[in-house]
């Protein structure tokens, strides 16, 4: 089984941009999550999607935002992109539904966002 | 509120040595607690988890943790190190209350491997 494929790998963009980055999750999986990792900061949460819906968000601006579609896949986008958004940014998929706190969460290789 | 703290950011071990890496958790209600792996350019791998069943957890690559709940702990240990164990680890926790509270994460501990 396929794991979870994040693309692009690596971006390069500059201040003031906007960026999407897209997220396969594994093959049944239903939630995807959002993460950012930096070295001053290390892992934080961003968001959650089940179902097409947003159920819980981390403490980030609302310049952070991400969709889910019909086949799971999840996208994110940072619009008005700033130096300190540059990160590595990791999306995890589990199989979801209530409980979901013992759900494993598999993660992907992540992209790599550097903002110049 | 949960959170998670792993004291030093840095372990370094003889290769052969035993492996002790500490996490030490916050959490109001039964905790779900998570140590991950990530090696360079890669993303998170999960060693082991514990839900509240067994105390002493088993993972991959010959790494175990004990959930200890007198001491808020739930430390990863591997008796006899290899070089391939060299990378960053992760403890991290959710709780059981439901909805989808991601993951909290400690700040990691980069593993050194001396030969």
């Known amino acids: 089984k396929a794991g979870v494929t994040q693309t692009p790998r690596y971006l390069i963009k500059t201040r003031g941009q906007q960026v999407t980055l897209s997220c396969s999750p594994i093959s049944g999986h239903r939630s995807v999550s959002w993460y950012q990792q930096t070295p001053g900061q290390g892992l934080q949460f961003l968001f959650e999607?089940?179902?097409?819906?947003?159920?819980n968000k981390g403490n980030f601006p609302g310049r952070f935002s991400g969709r889910q579609f019909s086949n799971s896949r999840s996208e994110m986008n940072v619009s008005t992109l700033e130096l300190g958004d540059s990160a590595l940014y990791l999306c995890a998929s589990s199989l979801g539904g209530f409980l979901v706190a013992k759900n494993i969460q598999y993660f992907g290789a992540g992209t790599r966002l550097s903002v110049l | 509120a949960q959170s998670v703290t792993q004291l030093g950011s840095h372990v370094s071990v003889s290769e052969g040595a035993l492996v002790l890496l500490r996490c030490n958790y916050s959490?109001?209600?039964?905790?779900?607690l998570f140590w991950y792996v990530q090696y360079p350019n890669q993303g998170l791998q999960l060693l082991l988890k514990?839900?509240?069943?067994?105390?002493l957890v088993k993972g991959i690559n010959g790494f175990e943790a004990e959930f200890k709940k007198s001491e808020t702990s739930f430390h990863l240990t591997k008796p006899s190190a290899h070089m391939s164990d060299a990378a960053e680890y992760f403890c991290a926790v959710s709780y059981s209350g439901g909805g989808a509270d991601g993951l909290t994460f400690g700040k990691g501990t980069h593993l050194i491997i001396q030969p």
């Open positions: 514990y839900t509240s069943a067994a105390t």
């Open positions: 999607y089940f179902s097409e819906t947003q159920r």
């Open positions: 959490s109001s209600v039964p905790p779900y």
